[in-house]
């Protein structure tokens, strides 16, 4: 039985796309209503990461929401954070380190990966790309609306759409049968964050209803 989601929207991190500073960004992300934040910045040094990693986990301590950190199993053991592995991370051994009531994802890029995941007892996929996007390259072609259709037929476990996700086709992603989506640029680079997460808040939620 996989766990239940924190949350139909993730926001994953990369500060060198932001206009302000990373914890303002965050910040105004929680206050239009995001609830799930994966700290994803693979070019700081680890105790850099874990300084910024603290300062983004008081930010969604105080809103109530769930803080994932991406690859830095150091990171998620200190703050009691979720974790989020590349394609070829083990779950296994995170969910020694980390406890059963821990999160923990894995990055697919197909089918095959999305089994091996479920298989080694991650939570949760991101599936990428869904749609073309620059944060993504080298993946191949975007899967979009009908490859992310047959894999969520196909498995079992949840599937958080990535890649080009916007409010635009946040929607048709959940009635294709992903648990959530994933964005990143959307509400990085948004001149109103706040703004941007309660549009993708307010499609999500039409689209489920």
């Not at 796309?17 to 693979?42: F, H, I, N, Y």
């Not at 830095?72 to 009531?101: F, M, N, W």
């Not at 990535?162 to 294709?176: E, S, Y």
């Not at 509400?187 to 309660?198: G, H, I, L």
Request: neutral net charge; aromatic residues 2%.
């Amino acid at each position: 039985m996989h766990k239940k989601l924190p949350s139909p929207l993730l926001l994953i991190t990369d500060r060198t796309q932001s206009p302000r500073p990373l914890t303002d960004t965050v910040a105004a992300a929680l206050e239009g209503g995001c609830r799930w934040v994966m700290l994803r910045e693979k070019d700081l040094p680890p105790d850099a990461l874990l300084a910024l990693a603290r300062e983004i986990a008081a930010l969604t301590s105080a809103k109530g929401a769930t803080l994932s950190v991406n690859s830095d199993i150091t990171a998620a053991q200190a703050l009691k954070a979720g974790l989020h592995l590349p394609a070829d991370g083990s779950a296994l051994a995170a969910r020694a380190a980390l406890g059963p009531a821990a999160l923990i994802g894995k990055s697919a890029h197909s089918l095959e990966e999305i089994e091996k995941a479920q298989d080694t007892g991650a939570d949760y996929v991101t599936l990428s790309p869904v749609f073309a996007s620059a944060s993504k390259p080298g993946y191949g072609p975007a899967l979009g609306i009908v490859g992310l259709r047959r894999a969520a037929a196909r498995l079992p476990i949840p599937i958080v759409a990535l890649a080009g996700i916007d409010a635009d086709n946040a929607g048709p992603c959940l009635k294709a049968g992903a648990s959530a989506v994933a964005v990143m640029g959307s509400v990085m680079r948004a001149d109103d964050p706040a703004a941007e997460v309660r549009a993708l808040l307010a499609a999500l939620q039409q689209a489920a209803s």
